[in-house]
C-alpha cells in the first residue's frame, strides 16, 4: 500500500474516524506494511496535529476523544504485531484520580491520548490511594504516574502519594506528573511533582520528555 | 417570561447565593465527602448553610442536591435514595425562607460524556426527571440546571425539568478557548444559548469556571442571544495554592465592584459560585440596595 493511501489515515484519525481508521489499517497491515512505519509516519503526527488544533482552540474535548477513540481502533490491530516483535511503548504510565475524588474526564482524556502517543496506560480509576499507585507501579516497572484531580480539598492526595512513593524508596525511579482544572505549575512545584500538564495534549508532550529524561 | 419569574423579578435584579461546599466544609464536611449525603446525614447543617445565606440577603437560595442524580449518587452507593436526598434538600431550603425569598433547586451535570457514549440520552433523561420530581415535591419553587458543559446534556436537563411545570434556569459553565467564553466541549455562548432557548429554558445563565471579571463579557453575549431572564453566578477568583490550601483570592469588595457593571449588562440573577460566602452575599445585596435607592430617588 503506497503512502499517499497511508495519508488517508493520517486524516482520518485527526477527524476521529474510528471505523475507517481501523479498515485502512487492517488493508495496510495485510498488505505488508510495518507496523511500526504506520505508528511513527502517520498515527503520531496525526495525533500530534490533533493536539495542535486544539492549542489553536480548532478542537475541544469531543474532537480529541473522537480522535484518541480511532487512534486506539489502530493500535488495537497494531499493539499485538509490536510486542511480537519485541518493541516497547513510548513509555508505561500508570493514572489515576486521586484519594477523595470521583472526577475522571480529564484523566480518560489523558489517558486515551497517551496511548495515542504511544505509551502503555494502566488506569487505575478513581479515589486512588497512594498504596494502589505504588503497587501499579512495582508491578507494571511504569516510568511515570500521572495523578488527576478536579477538586480542590483533593488536591493534598497528591502531596501524599508522592510523600508515599518517597517514603516506599520509589521515587526516584518514576517520574510524577499532576493535572486537573485547579492544579497549576505553582502547585506540582510545591509538592515536588517532575510536571504539570494543562491540558491532555500538554500532559502527552511532558510524559515523552519526562521518558527520555 | 414565567409567571413566577416576572414575579420574583418585579421590582429588578434579584441576589440569589454563594458557595455551599466550602460552608460545608466549614461546617465539617471532609475533603473527598459527598456533600449532599449531608440532606440525609446532617440536615441541621445543611439548614444552617441555607440560612446563613438567606440572613445575608439572598433572595433566591438553591438546594443542597447538586450531585442528586443517579449516576453521580451510584459512585456512592446512593442510587437509591435519590428521591429522598432531593426531595430533602429542597425541604431544607424550604424551612429557612419567609414568603419573600425562593427556592431553586440545583441540578448539576451527571459527569459522564455523552458523546462517547459513557452514558445515554436516556438513562440522562430519566434521573434528571426523577431528580426534578423530588426537587419540586420537597416543595422548590424553580430549579436551576448547573455547571453544564455538553449542550446536549443540558438540554436533556431542561427538558426534564420543564416537565415539573417549574421555571427552569438553565447555566452552562465557559472555562475555555481562548477568551474563556467557551464550555469545555467547544460550545460557544450562542450555541449553548440557542440550544437551551429551543428546549423552553426559562432564563439563561454562566456559573463557575471563572472569575467575576470574565462574567461581563459572558453577559453580554447572552444577553445579544436572548431576551429570557440572565443568570449569573460568579467564582471569586480562580483558586491559588498559599501554604497548603486553596484560596480564591478575590475579596467581597473586588467582585462587588464588578455587580453594577455586570447588572447594566442585563443580568437578572447575580450570586456566587466557587469561593463565595455570606459575605459576598452581604455586599452584594448592599449594592442592589443602593442601586434600588439610586432609582429611587430619580422618580
Same mark, same amino acid.
Given at each position: ?32 506494511m ?28 469531543p ?13 488495537t ?68 504516574v ?35 482544572a485547579?492544579?497549576?505549575q ?28 | 417570561?414565567?409567571p ?30 459527598f ?16 440560612k ?12 443542597n ?6 449516576i ?46 459513557e452514558?445515554?440520552a436516556e ?8 431528580? !426534578?420530581? &423530588?426537587?419540586?415535591? #420537597? =416543595?422548590?419553587? $424553580?430549579?436551576?440546571? @448547573? ?20 421555571p ?96 447594566? !449588562?442585563? &443580568?437578572?440573577?447575580? #450570586? =456566587?459560585c466557587? $469561593?463565595?460566602?455570606? @459575605?459576598?452575599?452581604?455586599?452584594i ?15
Open positions: 500500500m503506497p503512502d499517499s493511501d497511508l495519508n488517508l489515515l493520517q486524516d482520518v484519525v485527526i477527524k476521529g474516524e474510528d471505523q475507517q481508521a481501523k479498515s485502512i489499517t487492517e488493508t495496510a497491515l495485510a498488505d505488508g510495518e507496523p511500526l512505519h504506520i505508528v511513527n509516519e502517520f498515527l503520531i503526527p496525526a495525533m500530534d496535529e490533533v493536539g495542535a488544533r486544539f492549542e489553536r482552540n480548532e478542537y475541544f474535548v474532537e480529541l476523544l473522537l480522535s484518541a477513540r480511532a487512534m486506539k481502533a489502530c493500535m490491530l497494531i499493539r499485538p504485531l509490536l510486542a511480537e516483535r519485541g518493541n516497547e511503548p513510548v513509555g508505561r504510565v500508570v493514572i489515576g484520580t486521586v484519594k477523595g475524588d470521583l472526577h475522571d474526564i480529564g484523566k480518560n482524556l489523558v489517558g486515551a491520548m497517551l496511548e495515542g502517543g504511544g505509551f502503555e496506560v494502566y488506569d487505575l480509576g478513581v479515589n486512588v490511594s497512594p498504596e494502589k499507585f505504588i503497587e501499579k507501579v512495582r508491578s507494571t516497572d511504569a516510568e511515570i500521572g495523578m488527576s484531580a478536579l477538586l480542590t480539598t483533593t488536591m493534598p492526595s497528591m502531596k501524599k502519594t508522592i510523600q508515599a512513593f518517597d517514603e516506599a524508596g520509589l521515587r526516584d525511579s518514576v517520574k510524577m506528573m499532576v493535572g486537573g485547579p492544579v497549576s505553582k502547585f506540582a512545584d510545591e509538592i515536588g511533582a517532575d510536571g504539570y500538564g494543562a491540558n491532555a495534549p500538554l500532559a502527552v508532550q511532558l510524559a515523552k520528555k519526562l521518558v527520555s529524561a | 417570561m414565567h413566577v419569574l416576572s414575579q420574583i423579578l418585579n421590582e429588578g435584579p434579584v441576589v440569589t447565593d454563594g458557595a455551599w461546599g466550602t460552608q460545608l466544609q466549614r461546617a465539617g464536611l471532609e475533603p473527598g465527602d456533600p449532599d449525603a449531608w440532606n440525609l446525614d446532617f440536615p441541621e447543617k445543611v439548614r444552617s448553610v441555607a446563613s445565606y438567606i440572613d445575608a440577603g439572598s433572595q433566591v437560595i438553591l438546594t442536591t447538586f450531585g442528586g442524580n443517579r453521580r449518587l451510584a459512585e456512592v452507593s446512593l442510587e437509591n435514595r435519590i428521591q429522598e436526598i432531593n426531595r430533602q434538600g429542597a425541604l431544607l431550603s424550604k424551612s429557612v425562607v419567609n414568603a419573600q425569598a425562593k427556592v431553586f433547586g440545583s441540578i448539576g451535570p451527571s459527569g459522564k460524556m455523552l458523546c462517547v457514549g452514558v445515554s438513562e440522562l433523561s430519566e434521573t434528571f426527571l426523577k431528580q !426534578a420530581m &423530588a426537587l419540586a415535591e #420537597g =416543595g422548590a419553587d $424553580g430549579l436551576v440546571i @448547573e455547571t453544564m458543559s455538553d449542550p446536549e446534556e443540558a438540554r436533556l436537563a431542561t427538558l426534564a425539568a420543564k416537565q415539573t411545570g417549574l427552569v434556569v438553565a447555566c452552562m459553565v465557559y472555562d475555555s478557548g481562548t477568551g474563556m467564553d467557551r464550555t469545555m466541549m467547544g460550545a460557544t455562548v450562542e450555541q449553548a444559548t440557542g440550544v437551551l432557548l429551543e428546549a423552553g429554558a426559562d432564563a439563561i445563565g454562566a456559573n463557575c469556571g471563572q472569575g467575576i471579571e470574565g462574567f461581563l463579557p459572558l453577559c453580554e453575549k447572552i444577553k445579544s442571544a436572548c431576551q429570557l431572564p440572565i443568570w449569573i453566578k460568579a467564582n471569586a477568583g480562580l483558586p491559588e495554592w498559599i501554604q497548603g490550601e486553596a484560596v480564591y483570592r478575590t475579596t467581597p469588595e473586588e467582585f462587588t465592584a464588578w455587580v453594577d457593571p455586570i447588572l447594566n !449588562a442585563g &443580568a437578572d440573577f447575580i #450570586g =456566587g466557587c $469561593g463565595t460566602s455570606p @459575605e459576598f452575599i452581604q455586599h445585596t448592599a449594592t442592589l440596595n443602593l442601586r434600588k435607592s439610586k432609582h429611587g430617588n430619580q422618580d
